[in-house]
């Protein structure tokens, strides 16, 4: 096993990652931004080493000072969190050439996971289904027409060159294509200087289930389950849930099956996660994999049982799949994470400052992972999250029941949190009843703007 | 309940502390650490009674104002000692080893008391086998070399005192 470990991130995950480097007996040593300094995830570790000024930019996403700060630290690997380097595949050569164990999967297979035609390709190639779209750029509305019938209605255009919305067109009808796909063509000529197009089916009321995945050294590759994460606003999570009700064991057995044997294909080790969108009908498509470990994987531990953290330390320092999990995964009740962020409830401001009361709900089948505390700063030069609150019960109602509970127990003074708008989305009618897709947050706060009109 | 001799201890140490205009003052027993914190001015005029206070502080028991596990040891030891007001010092711009020649066995970059220009090198702190020299960035007389050779240093950790012209 390790004997030290650098932990190359901040806030809740670097905590995370410390707690459970000293559960292990590995020490630990914390990298930290001068606006950092009496942050948690500093006080906690073992060692403490200023990598930089307050921008990330040139602190936590320096390669140089980070990997410095390694080899006069003398660690024996890295765990990089999420965000951040963690899908870095640079950074993983770099510790790799270095002599420091990189705790995630090979740089070569971040890489190709992370641009996103090719983990489509790769997926495809390994019968795990796919998203349907074009074969790359499509040339002429005669074109569009043709993969439109063979993709089925409804599609979206969207540009090569760009995002952001531009350039992108959904068309319902063969009759509007042609006509959708000139001006989709244009604008993306004008935002991007390229009005290339490429097509894929569009769903309209998609669910987010992403399953999580461990895989040893030795080409041993397990499915630990789904985690639903449909409620988001602008394409951020803000309530992730274990299991997700719309996916029976059977589907659950399936696609585990599948993704196992797509991993070991490409070599993958560590933790990781599947990203699907299922449609309307239940169907399920893969969009894209996360190389790393995940905000939400808190809701996979408290139904599994699985701490995923020491699983990845285990991992890297070489240990076997089956003595990490000892027995068949079972998905015992039901969590819900419910993540905390320094944001006006409802305007989305970000509020930083000095937090000047802090009061954590506690309980049974209640955890909060944090790192902040009473009297402590959020600085502005980072993301907004400043907690998770995450509730496990014997079913979806219990975890509810005590989420509200706990939600009406966590006092945060000083600054705005997020915490009213999740009392909100707990009591309303559709998240309670599950039926939900991803527009969810759209229709829940328009439902907020008419009862106060 | 403390007892009562604990709390006569205390008692005094307390008087102590407000006799000598102590706003906070933290304590741990093994290794020892205080931290004292004056209320106003920086100190009394006839400074504190250093012996009086490690009597208390012998007796007292561990009273943490702060109810802190003890603080993280930073991998670079950093310098204790206050740099004196008139005197610029020269923080690292990036984390490594610190040398103040430039190969082993050579004579240092500086001296004590050299006079030294903007833009001179002071020393080189080595990063992932680099080595990066540091360079003044006021000119004036080295006072005092903070960081010793073969030491590691992080982002921002003082390295030379200079008495700015």
Not at chain 1, 156 to 173: D, E, N, P, S, Y
Not at chain 1, 297 to 313: F, P, R, S, Y
Not at chain 1, 360 to 385: C, F, I, L
Not at chain 2, 64 to 89: G, I, Q, T
Request: hydrophobic share 40%; with cysteine; charged share 25%.
């Amino acid at each position: 096993m390790f004997r030290k470990v650098l932990i190359a991130n901040r806030g809740e995950i670097a905590l995370r990652v410390i707690s459970a480097c000293r559960e292990m007996g590995i020490r630990t040593v914390a990298v930290y931004s001068e606006a950092d300094r009496n942050s948690l995830h500093v006080r906690f570790a073992d060692e403490a080493i200023c990598i930089g000024p307050p921008r990330s930019s040139e602190s936590y996403l320096n390669v140089p000072a980070v990997i410095s700060a390694a080899e006069i630290a003398d660690v024996d690997a890295i765990h990089p969190g999420y965000g951040l380097l963690s899908e870095n595949a640079n950074f993983a050569e770099v510790c790799r050439a270095s002599n420091i164990k990189f705790i995630g999967p090979p740089p070569e297979v971040t890489r190709m996971m992370g641009e996103k035609s090719t983990a489509r390709q790769t997926m495809k190639k390994a019968k795990v289904p796919i998203l349907p779209g074009s074969d790359g750029v499509i040339e002429n509305e005669g074109e569009a027409l043709e993969w439109a019938k063979s993709v089925g209605y409804p599609v979206i255009l969207k540009a090569v060159a760009g995002g952001g919305g531009r350039g992108m067109r959904i068309c319902r009808t063969a009759e509007e294509l042609p006509g959708l796909f000139n001006q989709a063509s244009t604008e993306a000529a004008n935002a991007f200087g390229n009005g290339d197009l490429y097509m894929e089916k569009f769903i309209e009321r998609p669910r987010h289930i992403e399953f999580q995945v461990l895989a040893d050294e030795h080409g041993n590759v397990m499915s630990l389950g789904e985690r639903e994460c449909s409620i988001q606003r602008r394409h951020q999570k803000l309530i992730e849930e274990a299991p997700s009700l719309m996916v029976t064991p059977k589907l659950r057995e399936e696609l585990g099956k599948t993704i196992k044997k797509s991993l070991e294909n490409i070599g993958y080790w560590n933790a990781g996660t599947i990203e699907f969108l299922m449609d309307e009908d239940g169907k399920i498509y893969f969009i894209e994999m996360n190389t790393r470990i995940q905000v939400e994987h808190c809701v996979t531990e408290m139904v599994t049982g699985i701490d995923l953290v020491k699983a990845q330390l285990r991992i890297a320092a070489g240990e076997k799949l089956n003595a990490i999990v000892t027995g068949p995964v079972e998905i015992r009740g039901h969590a819900i994470e419910c993540r905390i962020n320094a944001e006006h409830p409802e305007k989305f401001t970000p509020s930083a400052g000095k937090i000047t009361a802090f009061n954590v709900p506690g309980g049974n089948g209640v955890r909060v992972d944090t790192a902040q505390y009473s009297e402590g700063v959020v600085p502005p030069y980072y993301d907004s999250m400043i907690a998770k609150l995450i509730c496990h019960g014997k079913d979806r109602e219990e975890a509810m029941n005590k989420m509200q509970r706990a939600l009406s127990q966590f006092v945060v003074q000083g600054i705005h949190t997020t915490i009213p708008l999740h009392q909100k989305i707990f009591a309303d009618e559709e998240f309670r009843s599950g039926k939900f897709d991803t527009k969810f947050m759209e229709r829940f706060l328009d439902r907020q703007k008419d009862s106060q009109a | 309940m403390m007892d009562g001799n604990k709390l006569n201890e205390l008692r005094e140490l307390v008087e102590f502390l407000k006799a000598n205009d102590i706003a906070e003052f933290d304590m741990e027993q093994d290794d020892l650490k205080v931290r004292i914190k004056f209320a106003g001015e920086p100190a009394p005029a006839g400074g504190i009674d250093v012996a009086q206070l490690s009597r208390l502080m012998a007796s007292a028991p561990a009273a943490s104002v702060s109810a802190a596990a003890a603080a993280p040891v930073a991998a670079p030891v950093a310098a204790s000692a206050p740099v004196e007001e008139a005197l610029h010092e020269v923080k690292s711009p990036i984390v490594g080893t610190f040398y103040e020649s430039p190969s082993p066995g050579a004579a240092p970059f500086v001296k004590i008391g050299d006079q030294v220009e903007v833009g001179q090198v002071l020393c080189i702190v080595e990063a992932m086998k680099l080595m990066n020299e540091i360079e003044a960035d006021v000119a004036g007389e080295v006072v005092k070399r903070i960081a010793t050779s073969g030491q590691p240093v992080e982002y921002g950790q003082p390295l030379f005192a200079i008495r700015a012209r």
